[in-house]
């Protein structure tokens, strides 16, 4: 089964959230079920780096706006993904100062709509016959920056009049759409039909996200429980209305981990490694973040900690609130993420104000963030939304109970700690109502837990043997990659 996994960040290559880890992990996991994956991504510098023994697939003449891209196509190995890669080469594109998708400044660049257009026109050239050697099967694009794939698919069909591939879109997050302005429509090379409330059009703007959700001939989005709360106008983003005329094409396939990239019997990062039999590694890595941290060496203070993106949709300022009554009980504190100037600064005030207890680190650091979620005791993720989420499934692997809002696949991957549930399937703790309350509610449960040695144990040890890998939802993928063929 020949997929194109079409996307615009690859772990360990470029990456600034979750999508990156999943583009990472889903092709190895399709590849070692016998399925041909391969991938594409724009020619960033990282990208450009990775790639092994480039060799010119194609010129690309693109339509529109795009033909002065100067654009080609090349095909290699990404050996640190362990993948084969066709890589868009436009250096006028992609080759800039700055992230994937903003500047420096974080001011998104002007031609952003060309930028991945292009990525989504390429991958449907390589479901018609782009490359002599390989056609794609299905093409199978992520987020809004892969999104106009299956609408250039859908344009191709219709010209020529027969089925190309199958297409599948999946949403990691609905918020981000990639918007812009109708004036732009003309450069993209699309028929002028589907500029239109059936097709790309949202409100007079172009949505690349609605392109992806209408032209699919499947949707998922990243757990079932954001898959049902996308239906919702509360979560719906806008676009609630289409997906749920899409019911029956919608579905939510729970994100694995890694397991090459995030398991603490062989994670390098660690001071020590440990696993659900042998803690005692566990207990070594606690010492070695609190001495790192400059944090009171107290081995019986239990760790709360926090790996994140410092936005609204995360909820931490529902931690900042916390945080005072938190400590107070006797917690310490760490957190590593960047994002929101003013989150960033509060969260720092705290650390300044409370140095034994409190430890921020503002920045993107992977090895730290392995480090960080080895050492603590209890990881929070208290979002306001949550599509899926990885750090909470890191903290399961890592056996460092997960304290989450009960929303999206939060809800999904963990099971709330309460007296019936000890011994059941209890994995960490839940809260429903967006407020500190809630959470302090949920801690103070984390705590009396924590003053029980043995019974935390056991459900530490319960969360460690939890299968989280990647090897069920690859398998989800394949089903659904199977009746697009057949
Ligand atoms: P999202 O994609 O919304 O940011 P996820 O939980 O799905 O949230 O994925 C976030 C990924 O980014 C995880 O792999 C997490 O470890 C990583 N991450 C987030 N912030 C940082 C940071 N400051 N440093 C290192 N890794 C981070």
């Not at 084969?84 to 709509?113: F, S, T």
């Not at 989504?120 to 809004?144: C, F, K, N, S, Y």
């Not at 109502?433 to 040890?461: G, H, I, M, T």
Request: glycine letters at 10%.
């Amino acid at each position: 089964m020949r997929i194109l996994q079409v996307c615009a960040e690859i772990y360990p290559l470029l990456k600034t959230g979750g999508l990156a880890d999943v583009a990472g992990a889903l092709p190895p996991a399709l590849l070692s079920l016998g399925a041909e994956p391969r991938v594409l991504l724009p020619g960033f510098a990282s990208i450009m780096a990775g790639l092994q023994d480039p060799a010119e697939v194609a010129r690309l003449s693109p339509p529109g706006a795009m033909a002065n891209a100067g654009a080609r196509l090349l095909y290699g190995h990404l050996p640190a993904c362990g993948i084969d890669a066709y890589v868009i080469d436009a250096p006028g594109y992609y080759l800039r100062e700055g992230g994937p998708y903003a500047d420096a400044n974080q001011h998104a660049y002007v031609d952003n709509h060309l930028r991945f257009a292009l990525l989504g026109w390429t991958a449907a050239q390589l479901a018609i016959g782009l490359d002599p050697l390989w056609r794609a099967e299905v093409v199978h694009a992520h987020d809004w920056h892969a999104a106009l794939a299956p609408a250039y698919l859908a344009a191709a069909a219709q010209s020529q009049q027969r089925h190309l591939a199958g297409s599948v879109y999946t949403v990691h997050n609905l918020a981000y759409q990639g918007q812009f302005d109708a004036r732009h429509f003309g450069e993209l090379g699309l028929p002028a039909h589907f500029f239109a409330m059936h097709g790309i059009e949202f409100h007079g703007q172009i949505n690349f996200m609605k392109a992806g959700l209408y032209y699919a001939n499947r949707i998922t989005t990243v757990s079932p429980t954001y898959a049902r709360e996308i239906q919702g106008s509360e979560q719906g983003c806008g676009l609630d209305g289409l997906l749920r005329d899409r019911a029956n094409d919608l579905s939510g396939i729970l994100n694995g981990v890694d397991e090459s990239v995030w398991n603490p019997a062989a994670d390098p990062a660690l001071a020590a490694n440990y696993s659900a039999d042998k803690l005692a590694g566990k207990r070594r890595c606690k010492a070695a973040l609190q001495q790192e941290l400059g944090l009171a060496a107290a081995p019986t203070a239990p760790i709360f900690c926090v790996v994140s993106r410092l936005t609204e949709q995360k909820g931490l300022h529902l931690v900042l609130r916390a945080l005072p009554e938190l400590v107070e009980r006797g917690a310490q504190f760490a957190l590593l993420g960047s994002g929101d100037a003013g989150m960033e600064e509060a969260f720092r005030s705290a650390a300044a104000e409370n140095p034994q207890a409190i430890a921020v680190r503002i920045g993107y650091d992977e090895a730290f963030a392995h480090r960080l979620i080895g050492g603590s005791d209890v990881i929070m993720v208290p979002s306001r939304f949550e599509p899926c989420g990885l750090t909470q499934l890191y903290g399961l692997k890592y056996g460092t109970l997960p304290l989450v809002r009960g929303v999206g696949g939060l809800t999904d991957t963990v099971n709330d700690s309460q007296l019936e549930t000890l011994d059941v399937d209890a994995t960490g703790f839940m809260f429903d109502a967006f407020s500190s309350e809630a959470l302090l509610q949920a801690a103070a449960r984390a705590l009396a837990l924590y003053r029980r040695p043995a019974d935390w144990k056991a459900v530490q040890q319960r969360a460690m043997r939890q299968p989280c890998g990647w090897d069920a939802a690859a398998r989800a993928y394949l089903g659904l990659y199977a009746q697009l063929i057949h």
